[in-house]
């Protein structure tokens, strides 16, 4: 089973790595009334700056057949999504941390360069209900966040990425190659 997943996935991009996090931050882009939250140098070189979270591989027997098919098609439709604008996705909450009971929910970071709340919740949500109706399976929180967002949280959730930072599972990372599949659904 793990080697399967670990071939499958490594089609999409380099899930081993870990996510991004920084200040609160935006800046308003001048083609469009849209403000986007995110920097504007590319995620190869903040890949360094945070370093969070456990490697799926050390942990993967911990996840069923069923979890590990949810992540492989999670990450092929985010990465159809966002066309190289994606730079971590993780699992956080009680299914990252072991604790979940069958009816749990999963809840999922995606660091992007940019995001438009307006734009990344509705395709996120329809993204979520499809992977809940297809494989059948509880339902999905799929939070769209830049880096500077992440560190940002703590003003309004005091200590939620400390908890993020201890709890967090690593499913997908650009790699320093950029992402890549083969065109394959998962």
Known sequence: ?????????GKYGCFLAHGCGGIFGGRHDESSSRVYYGATQSCRSKMNEVNFGQDLAQI????????????????????????????????????ARGTANPTSDYDFLVFLDKCDYEIEVPALAKIGDQLTANLGMGPLSISPMTWQQFLGLDAKFEGITANFRRDA?????????????DGCRP
């Open 169 to 181: 599972v690593n499913l997908w990372l650009e790699n320093e190659s950029g992402p890549s599949h």
């Open 1 to 9: 089973m793990l080697a399967e997943f670990l071939r499958d996935i």
């Open 60 to 95: 993967v027997e911990r996840f069923n057949e069923q979890d590990l098919q949810l992540f492989r098609h999670l990450i092929w439709d985010l990465q159809m999504l966002y066309q190289g604008r994606m730079m971590a996705v993780k699992l956080v909450g009680s299914r």
